[in-house]
T-cell receptor
C-alpha cells in the first residue's frame, strides 16, 4: 500500500514560486492505473483540485490554475512534484499530495503541508 | 462558489440516518458514474468513503452508502455514531477539460 509524504517550505513570498515534493513509499510510482496528484484546501474552505500526472508523464491541470502549475515525476526517486508560480495570499492553503484512479477517486492522501503567503 | 452544491450542515442523533446531497450538472454528476465521497476530521487529511457512486473501499463500514439520481448524488449514513461527526465532501469527474470538481463540504453534527 502506497504512503505519501509532502515536503517543502511553509512560507512563500508573494509573487514567488512554491515547490513541493511528494515522496512515495510502499510501492512503485510507476504503476499502471494510478495517477499522482495535488489537492489544496484554503483555511476553513473546500478542497480544490490542482492537477495530476501519470508516471509516463501525461499531465492534467485544473483549468483555473493551468497557467501557473508545473507537475513533474521522478521515477528514479519515486517522487513527484508541484511548482506553483506567482503566489499570492489566495494560495495560502494546506497542500495534499494524493493518489487517484481514472475516475478521480482519491484513495490515498499525504498528511498535508501548510503553505502560507504573507500579504 | 463551489462547482458542486452541498448543504452547509446536517445533524442527527446517534442511531439515526442522515443523507447529504451533492448537486452538480449534466456535465459532471449527471454525465458520469464517478462520484466519490470523503470524510475529513479536523486537522486530518480526507478519507475516501465512497467511489463510483456506490462502491465502498475496503474497511469502510457498510453504514455508509451512496446513490445518484440525475444531477444529484447522495451519501447516506445509517446508525449514526459519534465518530461520524466530521466534514464530508463529494467530487465528480467532469470531463477531459475540467477533469474533477469538488463540493463545498457539509459539516455533520452528531447530537
Amino acid at each position: 500500500q502506497h504512503q505519501l509524504q509532502e515536503s517543502g517550505p511553509g512560507l512563500v513570498k508573494s509573487s514567488g514560486t512554491l515547490s513541493l515534493t511528494c515522496s512515495v513509499s510502499g510501492g512503485s510510482i510507476s504503476i499502471q492505473n494510478y495517477y499522482w496528484g495535488w489537492v489544496r484546501q484554503p483555511p476553513g474552505k473546500e478542497l480544490e483540485y490542482i492537477g495530476s500526472m501519470y508516471y509516463s508523464g501525461a499531465t492534467y491541470y485544473n483549468p483555473s490554475l493551468r497557467s501557473r502549475v508545473t507537475l513533474a515525476v521522478d521515477t528514479s526517486k519515486n517522487q513527484f512534484s508541484l511548482e506553483l508560480s506567482s503566489m499570492t495570499a489566495a494560495d495560502t492553503a494546506i497542500y495534499y499530495c494524493t493518489r487517484h484512479v481514472f475516475q478521480y477517486a482519491f484513495d490515498i492522501w499525504g498528511q498535508g503541508t501548510t503553505v502560507a503567503v504573507p500579504s | 462558489q463551489s462547482a458542486l452544491t452541498q448543504p452547509r450542515s446536517v445533524s442527527g442523533s446517534p442511531g439515526q440516518s442522515v443523507a447529504i446531497s451533492c448537486t452538480g450538472t449534466s456535465s459532471d454528476v449527471g454525465a458520469y458514474n464517478y462520484v466519490s465521497w470523503y470524510q475529513q476530521h479536523p486537522g486530518k487529511a480526507p478519507k475516501l468513503m465512497i467511489y463510483d457512486v456506490t462502491k465502498r473501499p475496503s474497511g469502510v463500514p457498510d453504514r455508509f452508502s451512496g446513490s445518484k439520481s440525475g444531477n444529484t448524488a447522495s451519501l447516506t449514513i445509517s446508525g449514526l455514531q459519534a465518530e461520524d461527526e466530521a466534514d464530508y465532501y463529494c467530487n465528480s469527474h467532469a470531463g477531459t477539460y475540467t477533469y474533477v470538481v469538488f463540493g463545498g463540504g457539509t459539516k455533520l453534527t452528531v447530537l
